[in-house]
């Protein structure tokens, strides 16, 4: 298990060439947000949007249009009921988020399997929240694509079948090998799983137990891996920049808010693009 | 009668251990907000939020859904009206905060009803503005379990029997004792009547003479007391930076709003959980 | 034609006493705001909820709910066709502003038939924008209470029968002796006519030139005249602070938007409240 | 091909005059919106607010005008399919954009037609977005009056012919002589095209590549070009503002987000206010 390293977010976090444009940076669509859990995907939203990503389309039930526009012009949004428009939209992005605020009923179950179905690589899909445990609750055909969950430890017990109590890093791992994605799993120190190997975060901290943490770091993570190359890499920044974030602004904040967060983005993800990696 | 310290705010408000999640720092529900008085709800969800609450959901008029979402996507949300959800989701609540904007309308009897009845140990409750106006107009059974009132004087008139002329710190005991809860009665100097002492809070300022202040503080209770064991000390707690932090406002402005004090409850709570109380 | 002093600002916004509660400041009614011009009476709830108004009720179009909420929870909202609902809440008010966005429809019409019906010394009266293109439609009795209107040059051509370029201090005064009410006319210097004398307002910029500049001066002359008991003085305190602000905002900023004034207005009444002016 | 220079900018953005009011700063319409795209007109509206047009109507399809509303009080909305309306109102207007989120549906390419129709000289028209992808389709009459596009360079690619490769300046200056209208070419380097001459934008950053940033310049140039009457110099200096505030902002951000542009417009408009030029 190694940690990641600020050697590895400045060398992910390249500076933007001059002569680029929206669609350079990544056509994210966050799919999410039911009558009840829409705050989930606004503050997803809000993470890809200042992460970067450059264009922004959600996807969710018409009443979270109004509150999400509201804070967050910068994206369009569609409702999620609307199959046909959906498929048509999603053939055309780069980076596909889906289980923020999602739930669980059958339009959520519907709308994972759309998005397994219709998802092809070079397509990166980020799957968080509901559509974890969606996923946990029958077996379904991944698509051979970049991949990433991002459980929290009840969640990953669901998908592994690992208890918490056994969730050691040996056996995260193997169950990482066999689920084949990338695995995120959020805890006090929050792990990542990769084909090759096992990561750390080294930052993190308490203020952050609050709702709402887990749908920003899922929007960061879509924003990150829609504009830089390197899929692990790009996973393991967000995951990074994410907690150092909350860590600074937990210096003087005994709760750290969601939306804090990603308004300090644009900031930290510049400053590292400043700095020069030592060659690797 | 003696006064809330500085010492019980630090003893109470202490350093987040590492090891923890959203779940340990309570699931708050806030029930309130009619079509009239929505924005109470959302004065009382936002100080819960950033006093640290783990979990915040609101049952409220769907009408105040979107306004909630455009200011704290931190917050679930769902229809007060829908009684068997309401109580599917109480059940797993740690605290319920149930009054501010509820109105006097047969629904929201109603909800006072289901409250009462579904509420129980260790659950605890806050019981704010209408709630308490409909508590006083006829006699109900009050579960077993923590209970905090929040009444202003004339609230405090119309649930004690005593007038406001009388409402002296020993009439009031007497009433508190009578009605078995903790009892915040909110005036120029506040006083908290449990059930072993008389306390006054310090601070203060008629800059917080402006609508939604109350709400404010019942939110920023149900925050605390989802949080932190001590029952009363959380009480006081929230009733003392509640006051300091506008006190602290009101050194630059002539009136306070709600949502300022609230925004500044993540620093305060920081800097009293920074000092080492003297051993008690 | 006397100059606005700061003096006479310094003596009406005093320092508050301890023992107060909201109730003491003013429950404020506004009135106004379609389904077109919703911005108005938003903007206008916000400078009399940040001007320290008690209590904050808006009675506008259901449309504008929501919106009005997002922004500024302080306030209760009402619909604005249901006449007798809002009948009852007018009895209680202590100020009643009626015209910003109200529109000149039939709806808008019978509203302001129904606040000049309604309304009763010693409650206060605050007619602006449409209100006033209404009026002078067709002569109404006014109530027999404190009143003040707040045209713009051609509003007050409309009113007054004295064309824009020939509104002199003498002709102005005339007409204000004739209507019977305070007179603010907004100009690119304003000047404030009452029974007795003729007031100029020494600041003003044309960084002011924007839509809802009015609607703020409105809602700051609802929230002074709901706290402060000198009706004239109320009023050119008002005048005088809204543009003041705006001078200090435009030493930096081509335009000043009203929301920005109002964010300003507690530090500025603060700044007054402070300064012993000379005896007089 | 000559560049932007500061010089033009400080000639153009000239000290507002005392006596003034918000009628001498022009009065902008802006058509766009449809229920996916409501962000873009929100966005366009607010530069053009800060841009310190006089007054701003919005016209777009009603499930944005309470997002809209929420968070720009200051400008008045229309529902786009009150045909009748419209008209009356475009009467009145000193300038009209169309396209940010218009869509290009029937309901956009009628309000093109109509929009096309009714304006006449000296009404100055900002064709954007959707409205250049429509104007494409098939050939209409423009009328004869002050005319820009602002197309990015694929848009350009549809209304010119040129294919992007081909995008030079000189062949993209002989098809704006055919179009006769003013053309802003948005690219890395953006290119301004007016009947006598060839202007490059000397800023620019990559950091402005997000969603967003082409409406807020057809916003901020409907707000320049109602309020100075050389009808290229307020073109160039709207394009020059907008990517020097962006070039500013990303000095410490990695992404900039249009409204985080809007807010700076004040700013920076009252710093060239107070330059003076060199005689020209």
Redo the contacts between chains.
């Keep these: 298990m190694q940690p990641i390293t600020t050697e590895i977010v400045s060398r992910t976090?390249i500076k933007?060439?001059?002569?680029?444009?929206?669609g350079?940076?990544g056509r994210v669509m966050l799919i999410g947000g039911n009558?009840?859990?829409?705050?989930?995907i606004?503050?997803a939203a809000?993470a890809a949007?200042?992460?970067?990503?450059?264009?922004?389309t959600v996807a969710t039930d018409p009443?979270?249009?109004?509150?999400?526009?509201?804070?967050?012009?910068?994206?369009?949004?569609?409702d999620y009921h609307q199959t046909d428009a959906l498929l048509q939209l999603l053939a055309g992005m780069d980076v596909i988020v889906i289980g923020p605020g999602l739930g669980t009923d059958t339009v959520a179950d519907q709308l994972l399997s759309t998005v397994l179905t219709a998802t092809h690589a070079p397509q990166r899909l980020v799957l968080d929240g509901s559509a974890l445990t969606l996923l946990a609750q029958h077996s379904r055909a991944l698509p051979a694509t970049d991949i990433v969950v991002t459980p929290?430890?009840m969640e990953w017990q669901r998908l592994s079948g690992i208890a918490i109590k056994d969730q050691t890093p040996t056996a995260n791992h193997d169950a990482q090998q066999r689920l084949g994605v990338t695995a995120v799993v959020k805890?006090?120190r929050t792990t990542v799983y990769t084909n090759e190997r096992v990561w750390f975060n080294p930052g993190g901290t308490?203020?952050m137990?609050?709702?709402?943490?887990g749908d920003t770091l899922a929007g960061m993570i879509g924003g990150f891996v829609g504009q830089f190359d390197n899929f692990t890499n790009a996973i393991l920044s967000a995951v990074y920049l994410h907690s150092a974030i909350a860590d600074d602004l937990?210096a003087?904040?005994?709760?750290?808010?969601?939306?804090q967060i990603s308004a300090q983005?644009?900031?930290y993800?510049?400053r590292f693009?400043q700095e020069t990696p030592a060659e690797s």
Excluded: C, W
Aim: hydrophobic share 40%; no cysteine.
């Design positions: 976090i933007r060439p001059a002569d680029s444009y929206k350079t940076y009558q009840n859990f829409g705050g989930a606004i503050m809000t949007t200042y992460s970067g990503a450059g264009l922004v009443t979270n249009f109004t509150s999400l526009h509201a804070q967050l012009p910068e994206a369009m949004v569609m929290h430890q805890a006090h308490p203020a137990a609050t709702g709402g943490m937990a003087t904040r005994y709760v750290v808010l969601p939306h983005i644009p900031r993800m510049h693009s």
